[in-house]
């Protein structure tokens, strides 16, 4: 990787803002009409998977599953997307100078959509059972930092993003808890009011005080404009509102997931099984977006056909704990 810039680092008060809440932003990336362009654009790439790493066996049931998730891997303006100093730089300036990015997906929002479901993440283990990132034993760290970005507008009444802040430091949620996919069950149930859920699954099965709720007095609405991008700890509690309709335009939010080198990455694991779907981790690696990684715990992708030439290091078998 060449040598981080710097230009875009989080300042001293957007860092310790950061800290307390658990999320910064949001920030501008593309103006309106470039990522407008630039998404259509990519859109159209996209629908040909035939350079994407999994081959997935699908439930058949249509639910968002594994073939949204690390197209930055064959897709040249996602791989450039992870990669853009206006992220990075600010990325670094939370996690360090040597990060991965492990994981993106897509959060397709259409009108009439439910809204996701209040959630964290620490481990990832959520939906497939099994932890997808591990920090080093003793580590006071978890969780995966997230850079989600407005592909599209994303306002409160077509499924903006909420936060409750500060939530990042309690796990109100215990991902090694068991978790039924039902996407005939788990879809739009009212919530205080809300219809929300969690991609066929319901979260609340996770929650470590059954008799807990989120505090949704507390959560804050965070607005987007088409190209704009928030950063904030996986641990954070976060949702997102049902798209109200109001408007025939869906929208696409992009998440792409960030941790320190340290971090082991579907440790022990060859395949992926979750949201209805499975795939091999054959083909799957971390990217190197900024400094060294001196750990060599993770195997590093090159992109595949029209990426970015990512370093390779190692052509051995997935990442081992
Ligand atoms: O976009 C959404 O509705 C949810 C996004 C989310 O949970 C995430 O990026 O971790
Ligand atoms: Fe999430």
Known sequence: MSAPQ??????????ANFHRNGYAGPFTLY????????????????ADRSAAVYREESDGSGA????????????????EHITQPRIVDRVASVLG?????????????YPGNEGTDWHQAATFANACGRPQIQWPRGSEQSGSLTVWCAFTDATADMGGLQFIPGTHRTM??????????DPDRNISVEKNGVRRGFF???????????????????AVSVDMRAGQFVLFSSRLLHASHPHAGR????RMGFSARYVPTCVRVYPGASEVEEYGGRASLERYGTVLVSGEDRFGHNRLATGTTTGRAFRRRGDGAPARS
């Open 6 to 15: 710097h230009g875009f680092r989080l300042t001293a008060e957007e860092l």
């Open 31 to 46: 103006q309106p009409d470039e990522i407008e362009r630039k998404w259509a654009r990519a859109r159209q790439a996209l």
């Open 64 to 79: 968002a599953n594994l073939s949204n998730y690390d197209r930055h891997l064959d897709n040249a303006f996602l791989a």
């Open 97 to 109: 100078e040597d990060v991965l990015c492990w994981r993106s997906d897509f959060f397709p929002k």
């Open 172 to 181: 109100y949620y215990d991902e090694t808890k068991p978790m039924r996919y």
């Open 200 to 218: 066929g699954y319901d979260y609340r099965e996770l929650q470590i005080d059954p008799g807990w709720q989120p505090d949704e007095s507390q």
């Open 247 to 250: 408007t025939r335009r869906m």
